[in-house]
């Protein structure tokens, strides 16, 4: 099963450019200035973090396990830490865990990007994961499952798969993050949506990449997340400052770059 890589970003992007430690790490000949450099500040990935990302992937999960409904159904239908789920289909074994896992779809069909569901179509179908179950009783027709840990609430018909630990992920020490670093030749991709859906994204928060261990991208990596101007000219609110002129009435000469000069028609 291919998963698409998973990375903390610092805003909202929609490249990336793969980047090590090294790459970002400030010279004893330079004397970056706190303005131009920021310091970044590195937090280690939670728990929470590791199991509740969600991913996209090519291969469709199994959904012959699933969610039927709880201890209290049907008077209670979001099920949380600590409740009992009764769990449809075969082969669960006592003490066994399972993750609960969801297949998404966005509600709104709001595209974050032109093109944005075609593509996210070409690389996989999105998944939630939910939370983490463990087998208590497998006496009766359905088995009968514990909520060990739950990122968001459980609804009948969500999917049981095994659970499957995660490699922890180590951090570089905090560095100078070079944000007018050059463009490199190392693995780039795209970032095709976020956790939830959201599009506006800060730190801490999920994204997934058309990139994954196919392309040699290795738990632990560092990708650099980089919005050229040029997307500006395609948003309907933001193009609007490409328009309006940049120069004084005072200036004698207005030095203008004719790529950016408002008067001259933009190819595309």
Known sequence: MKKIGLLL????????YAQSSADVAPTANTSPTAASFPFERIQAPTNADLYCAGFISQAHQPDANYVAGALNTPNTTRFVNGDLLYLAGTGYQLDKEYTILRE???PNQHEAFAGQTKLIKSVGQPYAE?????????RNKMAIAQVEFSCDPIVPGDV????????TVSFHLPVRFDRFAPANAKTAGRILMAKDFDTQLGTGMKVYLNVGT??????????????GY?????NEVDSLSFKAS???DTQKVAHVRRDLDPRRPQAG
Do not use: M, W
């Not at 049981?160 to 490699?167: D, S």
């Not at 196919?214 to 919005?227: E, L, S």
């Not at 040029?230 to 395609?234: G, I």
């Open 130 to 138: 939910l939370a983490r179950v463990k087998i208590v009783d497998t």
């Open 104 to 106: 998404i779809v966005d």
């Open 9 to 16: 970003v610092l805003g909202l992007s929609v490249a990336a």
């Open 160 to 167: 049981a798969v095994p659970f499957v630990e995660k490699p």
């Open 230 to 234: 040029e997307a500006d000219r395609h």
């Open 214 to 227: 196919n392309q040699g991208v290795k738990t632990g990596d560092y990708f650099r997340a980089v919005r």
């Open 246 to 248: 940049t120069t004084e």
